[in-house]
Structures are given as structure tokens and as C-alpha cells.
């Protein structure tokens, strides 16, 4: 009997990988989207992603501003419209700005698709392939994914409780720059940081900014939960105090609702320019309908009460995770306190690997997302990131129930059978100061 021998393509479960560009090598799923289906699930508390919870939101009004938009105005929100965005909206986000010291013009806003298509955008702009973009460790998991799709290079510059620590920030710039790499920009998330859900600290901001200045390097400051504070009214922008060398990025995902994917680039005049030339390459032009409801939402109602409400019902959800963890983590875990935001940074016992403990976790239906995502070099394993937002108070309490026993079994498996191999952590990263996992 013949038989045919298989081709080399016929085994293949992509046949087109031959014929890919170079750059799709860094499109890889990010660990919280593949975790996603089966967070989902009823059954799994999941602490793992950061939807906003919008069971506050008055549907009522909303639905009434938007079918009042149709009968009024479908012509236009039906239609295509301009590619850096409609007029009377980025006028509004000039005001929305103002609460946190920024005073633009509408001409410099570029209304995005989110704000992570404006991460996008500003990447694909100044970027090359083998370009550094400098990085806090740990990063936003999204703008991670955005970086090693246009194969730029990550460095990772430490945190603490008050944020990006500034020298660290030197020795990264000093380090990268000794290397003969070209860092294009510093990519920073000052308030309620996503992942580690801390906040830097306003004697911190200037410095951070003189050393850009010093060095030239652009900062890319994205900022879409600056509103949710819990205690305080909104920390001043570093985009208020520096408008020539900060692109500043914002969103209605957090305070507003996701699923209209509206958000904004305010940059300076120049890279304005480029930003609309990008856009219209890539969608022509954001969605007229989102904008135009976001819009009616903003002029027909209480928008800033309802920011308040929200950041009530998320300082009560913070206040259930903390006390949870308090109540019922081993004593040898560690994690910070946010003042805002969705986020709680989470250190594990030495010798726990969060990655290869979340198949038993969700077995146990409880998720979580390990420190690895937020990590552009591998490292993370000993932390992990849980998220307050979207379930109810009673429900935190039962996921942290169920990660605490997770957790206690994992230990009691360590002491009967050693530790595992050592894999790489954050306290063995080489080149400048390692980061500090305690968060607290």
C-alpha cells in the first residue's frame, strides 16, 4: 500500500504562518482574556477582571437620552463624522479635565475607542521595532500587549507604596540609554494604578516629571480612574503642570459605561496632527452614535453625582475585599490599601507560585489573575492582582473565602514536599533595583 507522505503545511494548524509579518509574533492573548470564559461562569466568584460595575446607572435616563438622540439628531449619530471627533464632546472633556488641574483647548482632544485604542494610536506613532518604552513594575496588562505587538522593548522601572519610585526611573533611563536603545516614552499610571492599585504621591509627581524633561522623554500618562478616589477630590494631572511634554489619556469606561468605548488623547499640537492621521488610517473615525450619547448623557444629567455614587459603592466594595483579607489570608500574604480605583496588590508566602496555583483556584470557582500578566519579563509569580469592582460585598468576602483555602493547601504542600524548582520572582530581577512586593 502507497502512502502519501503529509506535507509540512498539511500538519500545520495555521497554514498561513509563513506569510504573517514579523510583528504578529508579539499578538499573544493576555492571561486575563483566558481566564474570561471561564471567570464568567456563574459559579466562579471571579476577582480577576476590572468591569465596572454599572448597576448604578440611571438605564432610564440613559435610554431615554438615547432614544430622544435618534428622534432628534439620528441623522448625524448614524453618519460618519470627523476623525478626531465630534466638537461639542471634546469640548466637554476639556471640562471634565478641568476637575483635575488641566486647562486644554478642544483643538489638542482626539476623541479614541477607548482609551486603549489611544495607547494603541500613540505607540503606533512614535514606535519602532527594538524602541524602549519605559514601563512601572508592575504595568497595565493591556498597554503590555500593545508595546510587544509593535516589537517595541519594555524596561520595567520599580514602584512602592507612593508610586513610580524616581530613582528607579533614573537608573532605567541611564541603564537603557548606556545600551545604545532609543526610549521613546515613559508609559505611567499615577492614580489608583492598574494593576498595584497604588497612587503617586503629589511630592513625587514634579520629580518624575524633571527627570523626564531632563532626559527629553516623552510621558504617556493614562488615567482612567482618577475620578474614583475614595477620600479626596482628584489629584492634580502631571498633564496640568507639564502640557508640551505629557500625552494624557482618559476614558468613560470607568465612570461613565464600557460598552460605549469612548475615550480621549489630549497631546500637543504637533502629535495631535498625527494622532487623527492614525485614527482615520484605522477606523476613519470613532463612532458618531457612542459619541453623541455620551455627549446627551453628559448635558441631560447629574454626571458628577453619579461619579460620586460610584465611588461610594466602590470605597464599600474595597472596604469587603481589605477586610476579607485581614480576616481570613495567612498571616505570611501582604496587599496594599487603595484610595480609589478597582485594584488590590497581593503578595504571596515565599515559594507560592500564583500562576501555577490558579488551576486549583478555579477548580475551588474562585479567579484571580497572577502578577506574570502585569510583567513584560516574566516576573510576577509570588502576586497577584484581585479586582473589588464588579462583585457584590458578600460575594468578595466568599472568593476570598475560597482563595484562602486555596492558599492554605498550597502551603501545606510546600512544607510536606519542599519547595518547587525556583522560578524567576520579583526579587531576582538583575540590571536595577528589584522591585518591592510589599505593597501595604
Not at 492573548?29 to 483566558?34: D, G, K, L, N, P
Not at 484605522?282 to 447629574?302: E, G, I, M, N
Amino acid at each position: 500500500m502507497n502512502e502519501i507522505p503529509a506535507t509540512r503545511a498539511s500538519t500545520r494548524l495555521d497554514s498561513y504562518v509563513d506569510r504573517y509579518a514579523a510583528r504578529t509574533q508579539g499578538m499573544t492573548a493576555s492571561e486575563i482574556r483566558a481566564l474570561f470564559s471561564v471567570a464568567s461562569r456563574p459559579e466562579v466568584v471571579s476577582l480577576a477582571g476590572g468591569m465596572p460595575n454599572i448597576s448604578g446607572l440611571p438605564l432610564d435616563v440613559v435610554g431615554g437620552a438615547i432614544s430622544d438622540l435618534i428622534a432628534d439628531n439620528g441623522a448625524v449619530a448614524l453618519q460618519y463624522g470627523s476623525g478626531q471627533g465630534d466638537p461639542t464632546l471634546r469640548e466637554q472633556i476639556c471640562e471634565v479635565m478641568r476637575l483635575e488641574g488641566i486647562d486644554a483647548h478642544p483643538d489638542d482632544v482626539v476623541v479614541t475607542v477607548g482609551s486603549q485604542q489611544a495607547v494603541d494610536l500613540v505607540t503606533r506613532i512614535f514606535c519602532d521595532p527594538g524602541d524602549v518604552v519605559i514601563c512601572e513594575a508592575p504595568s497595565y496588562v493591556g498597554a503590555l500587549g500593545v508595546f510587544k505587538a509593535y516589537q517595541c522593548d519594555v524596561v520595567h522601572a520599580d514602584m512602592d507604596e507612593d508610586g513610580l519610585v524616581p530613582d528607579a526611573l533614573r537608573q532605567a533611563i541611564v541603564a537603557t540609554k548606556a545600551s545604545g536603545r532609543t526610549i521613546k516614552f515613559l508609559y505611567t499610571i499615577p492614580n489608583f494604578h492598574n494593576p498595584a492599585g497604588v497612587t503617586l504621591s503629589a511630592e513625587r509627581r514634579p520629580e518624575i516629571l524633571e527627570i523626564c524633561r531632563e532626559h527629553d522623554i516623552l510621558v504617556l500618562e493614562d488615567n482612567p480612574y482618577g475620578l474614583l478616589g475614595f477620600d479626596e477630590a482628584p489629584m492634580r494631572a502631571l498633564r496640568a503642570d507639564e502640557a508640551e511634554g505629557v500625552i494624557y489619556l482618559g476614558s468613560f469606561s470607568k465612570t461613565f459605561a464600557p460598552g460605549f468605548r469612548v475615550g480621549w488623547a489630549l497631546a500637543p499640537h504637533a502629535v495631535r496632527e498625527k494622532l487623527v492621521l492614525a485614527q482615520e488610517s484605522a477606523t476613519l473615525c470613532p463612532p458618531s452614535f457612542s459619541q453623541l450619547a455620551v455627549s446627551s448623557y453628559l448635558q441631560r444629567h447629574d454626571w458628577q453625582g453619579q461619579v460620586k455614587e460610584f465611588r461610594e459603592m466602590y470605597r464599600q466594595r474595597r472596604d469587603a475585599m481589605v477586610t476579607a483579607l485581614a480576616d481570613l489570608m495567612p498571616a505570611a500574604c501582604q496587599w496594599n490599601v487603595p484610595t480609589g480605583g478597582f485594584y488590590v496588590w497581593l503578595t504571596l508566602p515565599p515559594g507560592i507560585d500564583a500562576k501555577a496555583m490558579l488551576p486549583r483556584a478555579v477548580t475551588a470557582r474562585v479567579a484571580y489573575v497572577p502578577g506574570t500578566a502585569f510583567f513584560a519579563d516574566g516576573f510576577g509569580s509570588g502576586s497577584m492582582r484581585l479586582s473589588f469592582c464588579y462583585p457584590t460585598p458578600e460575594r468578595i468576602r466568599e472568593g476570598v473565602r475560597r482563595l484562602a483555602g486555596v492558599l492554605e493547601q498550597e502551603m501545606e504542600l510546600r512544607e510536606t514536599f519542599g519547595a518547587l524548582p525556583p522560578t524567576r520572582d520579583l526579587h531576582q530581577r538583575s540590571g536595577y533595583d528589584s522591585p518591592s512586593t510589599d505593597l501595604t
